[in-house]
């Protein structure tokens, strides 16, 4: 573990605090992809299939639980919760996600460490995280005006995957045998894709004015 | 298998 992981790890923990107080606090999902937590659910369910099987450590066990627990309820939440359902803008939320687990499921069984079904998940976690934002960044550009809770939740998701690519180059700079290039290259494409938030994230932060995504 | 193919980050 070094400061980079611990600080990506502790950067999407917050995130999904963010998303998670929204929602209880405003008892509002409005803003919120739906589409994007279903990916979310399925990148952990998909990646931590070695929750049982392998044990790392007891962090990462618990961080795996934590993971898997909320994205589910979020999902839980979004879809069944009676007052905060009706605030999902269905009608905004329209991003055809199929293909992105298709896409990435079929990338998953070319491009993979071994081929093996838990390898083969874990690669189409990898990938599929990388797009997962997608749908939600679709929805903020078409729902214009962003909430304060929303942004965050938005910036601090893309922020960990940035901390983690530091923490790849630690690893490569330190470790011999470092070479994790499946999550390596994943990742720099997922940080990629939020650059253009980032920056009117980053114009909205210094003018002090609301976010405001270009349709 | 060796610990560095286990996939020890989240």
């Given at each position: 573990?070094?400061?980079f992981r611990l600080a990506g790890d502790m950067t999407h923990l917050l995130s999904i605090i963010v998303l998670l107080l929204k929602?209880?606090?405003?008892?509002?999902?409005s803003g919120i992809s739906l589409k994007?937590?279903?990916?979310?659910?399925?990148?952990?369910?998909?990646?931590?299939?070695?929750?049982?099987?392998?044990?790392?450590?007891?962090?990462?066990?618990?961080?795996?639980?934590?993971?898997i627990a909320s994205s589910l309820a979020i999902v839980w939440?979004?879809?069944?919760?009676?007052?905060?359902?009706?605030?999902?803008?269905?009608?905004?939320?329209?991003?055809?996600?199929?293909?992105?687990?298709?896409?990435?499921?079929?990338?998953?069984?070319?491009l993979n460490?071994?081929?093996?079904?838990q390898e083969i998940l874990w690669a189409f976690s990898i990938y599929l995280e990388a797009v997962a934002i997608l749908?939600?960044?679709?929805?903020?550009?078409r729902s214009g005006n962003v909430d304060n809770l929303t942004?965050?939740?938005?910036?601090?998701?893309?922020?960990?995957?940035?901390?983690?690519i530091l923490n790849w180059i630690y690893r490569y700079l330190t470790e011999p045998r470092f070479t994790r290039w499946i999550a390596c290259v994943s990742?720099?494409?997922?940080?990629?894709?939020?650059?253009?938030?980032?920056?009117y994230y980053f114009i909205s932060w210094k003018n002090n004015s609301k976010l405001k995504l270009p349709a | 298998s060796e610990p560095s193919e286990k996939h020890d980050e989240l």
């Open positions: 573990m070094n400061i929602i209880y606090a405003t008892k509002s999902c994007t937590q279903e990916l979310y659910a399925l990148v952990f369910l998909a990646r931590y299939l070695d929750l049982f099987t392998d044990f790392i450590s007891v962090y990462n066990t618990i961080m795996k639980v934590v993971f939440c979004m879809r069944l919760h009676p007052l905060v359902k009706r605030s999902y803008d269905k009608e905004l939320d329209t991003f055809r996600h199929y293909f992105l687990i298709g896409g990435t499921f079929v990338l998953a069984l070319v460490e071994k081929f093996t079904l749908p939600q960044l679709v929805l903020l550009q942004g965050q939740y938005v910036f601090f998701l893309g922020a960990y995957r940035a901390f983690y990742g720099i494409v997922q940080t990629g894709i939020y650059a253009d938030f980032f920056y | -």
